[in-house]
């Protein structure tokens, strides 16, 4: 199911640096591995396994979609949620 998506100029900005395709960025929000709730930027994160790396995209539900804020791909997913979750910034909600 594809998802309605906006871009903040940031996220776009830092999808063409770090190559990530839209169809990347759309499989994490339909359809992520987890997913949190960042209590401290109020946005939702959502991570997926793509091509050896996972992706992380914030964004925002905005009327019938998403507006994405910014995404990277990491190869430390694990030290990321661990870190994040242990100091409360983000909440399991997936």
């Given at each position: 199911?594809?998802?309605?998506?906006?871009?903040?100029?940031?996220?776009?900005?830092?999808?063409?640096?770090?190559?990530?395709?839209?169809?990347?960025?759309?499989?994490?929000?339909?359809?992520?591995?987890?997913?949190?709730?960042?209590?401290?930027?109020?946005t939702?994160?959502?991570?997926?396994k793509?091509?050896?790396?996972?992706?992380?995209?914030?964004?925002?539900?905005?009327?019938?979609?998403?507006?994405?804020?910014?995404?990277?791909?990491?190869?430390?997913?694990?030290?990321?949620?661990?870190?994040?979750?242990?100091?409360?910034?983000?909440?399991?909600?997936?």
């Open positions: 199911m594809k998802t309605p998506l906006k871009f903040s100029s940031h996220a776009k900005e830092k999808m063409k640096i770090r190559k990530i395709k839209v169809s990347d960025v759309d499989a994490a929000i339909t359809t992520p591995d987890n997913a949190y709730e960042d209590v401290e930027h109020g939702l994160i959502a991570i997926k793509v091509n050896g790396n996972s992706i992380i995209v914030a964004y925002n539900i905005v009327n019938d979609g998403a507006k994405v804020i910014t995404l990277f791909y990491t190869t430390k997913l694990d030290k990321l949620v661990k870190t994040k979750t242990a100091r409360g910034a983000w909440k399991k909600v997936k």
